[in-house]
């Protein structure tokens, strides 16, 4: 996989937006950029993935850039609960044994 | 929430005893991973299945081994535990073979000290 750089860390406060970059200048074609976080002593958790177009749901936004060089999360309203290591991986490909390559990631802090 | 869970959730064990962590699921997800997380490394995949009876290895497989009997459990085994395989391990499962859109689901994990 194509490797991904963060911020080490991030502070916002509550109820306001949260953007987290992630550059991937080396990105192909093919390679899709996905988000996952991971809560204090939980697994990781799926946030959103995209290719091209800026997605949504229901709990982030995804802006991609036109080059695809970049990316950026986008959390609409931070809470308490946001507060994780968010991690930006590029996926590529149909092996299914494929690694995920969890970079450091950044850590997001909440403050009320 | 996708529908996994881990056991035990906390182990100490000693140094040479043999060690089997068991990750169960509701999903009926074919594919099922086992990776370790440790500071400095992120996520490592240890072994992986593609379907009951199918296994094969990842990046860090050696003293490890698995079996899938079932569709639901996915067993990891240390046969002899060592210090160096103190860390805290994942299951994660997955329902397409599509690595580039795939969506992997986590379990809460087990932390496993080799004393």
Known sequence: DAKTTQPNSMESNEEEPVHLPCNHSTISGTDYIHWYRQLPSQGPEYVIHGLTSNVNNRMASLAIAEDRKSSTLILHRATLRDAAVYYCILRAGYNYGQNFVFGPGTRLSVLP | ?115
């Open chain 2, 1 to 115: 929430d996708a529908g996994i869970t881990q056991s035990p959730r906390h182990k100490v064990t000693e140094t040479g005893t043999p060690v089997t962590l068991r990750c169960h699921q509701t999903e009926n997800h074919r594919y099922m991973y086992w990776y370790r997380q440790d500071p400095g490394h992120g996520l490592r995949l240890i072994h992986y299945s593609y379907g009951v009876k199918d296994t094969d290895k990842g990046e860090v497989s050696d003293g490890y081994s698995v079996s899938r009997s079932k569709t639901e459990d996915f067993l990891l085994t240390l046969e002899s535990a060592t210090s160096s395989q103190t860390s805290v391990y994942f299951c994660a499962i997955s329902g397409t073979s599509v690595a580039s859109t795939d969506t992997q689901y986590f379990g809460p994990g087990t932390r496993l000290t080799v004393l």
